[in-house]
């Protein structure tokens, strides 16, 4: 039953990816330029199936978007955008369900959850910030697979400026520790042609869909919004501050 499963899940994700391809990258004008910039490896297994995964974009936006946007509110907001495209470049396939304590990643419905999630991790400083989800289980995930070890993370991390008007970001989507059911139950060359060529087919397509800026709004709303535009410039970075969630220690 977990491998008609499975397999029906991958089917299911790989005709709505490619269906729905050429729409999303067709969408209204983009707000700043997106340039993918993989690390050489940037899928890698170990000896014992943990994969590790690397996409990353160089992102270069207007200098004044950058200020408007580098809070806890747009992080969360691009947590959400990052599940959205997900969603709609599987046609609505794959959905994503929220509850309080974690994501479940679906095929439609429960119970076909393909990956589950604990709550998101969030760190942020004046120079970088990170979305953190920690991995659970689901069809995907192999059975003997450590539960609590592996993540998808989304890192932005402000670089030099470009010219005067605008800066780079350097966006990074990164899965660690992640044991795929496919490279402990049938092969490597299957698991790297079917579930990770679809996991960089779509990484890319958000990483590229970011210079349009469309952000999501989140669906739990846990950081508001500022309102607090029309303040002096120092009130103004006060109150962002305050806002900032410190960072942890990185592994």
């Not at 946007?69 to 691009?78: C, F, G, V």
């Not at 670089?159 to 660690?176: G, Y």
Request: net charge positive.
């Amino acid at each position: 039953m977990r491998v008609l499963g499975a397999f029906a899940a991958l089917l299911a994700v790989v005709v709505g990816l490619f269906a729905a391809a050429r729409r999303l990258l067709n969408r209204p004008k983009r707000v700043g330029v997106a340039v993918i910039v993989d690390p050489e490896d940037h899928t890698t297994v170990d000896a014992e199936g943990g994969v590790h995964s690397v996409q990353a974009a160089d992102l270069t936006l207007p200098l004044d978007v950058v200020e408007g946007i580098w809070d806890p509110h747009h992080l969360e907001r691009l947590a959400r955008t990052y599940w959205r495209f997900l969603t709609r470049a599987t046609l609505g396939i794959v959905r994503v369900k929220y509850t309080e304590t974690g994501r479940y990643v679906v095929v439609l419905t429960k119970p076909f959850t393909l990956l589950s999630f604990h709550a998101p991790e969030y760190e942020m400083d004046d120079e970088v910030a990170m979305v953190r989800w920690r991995i659970r289980k689901g069809l995907l995930v192999a059975q003997e697979g450590r539960e609590g070890d592996g993540y998808l993370e989304i890192e932005v991390r402000r670089c030099e400026r470009v010219d005067a008007d605008r800066l780079r970001l350097h966006v990074r989507v990164e899965v660690a520790n992640f044991y795929p059911w496919l490279v402990s139950g049938i092969a490597l060359w299957f698991y790297q042609a079917t579930q990770s060529r679809i996991h960089v087919i779509v990484t890319h397509g958000f990483l590229r869909s970011l210079a349009r800026l469309d952000l999501a709004e989140s669906r739990v709303r846990r950081f508001p919004a500022r309102a607090a535009d029309d303040l002096p410039d120092p009130e103004r970075e006060a109150d962002r501050t305050s806002r900032f969630v410190s960072r942890s220690a990185r592994r």
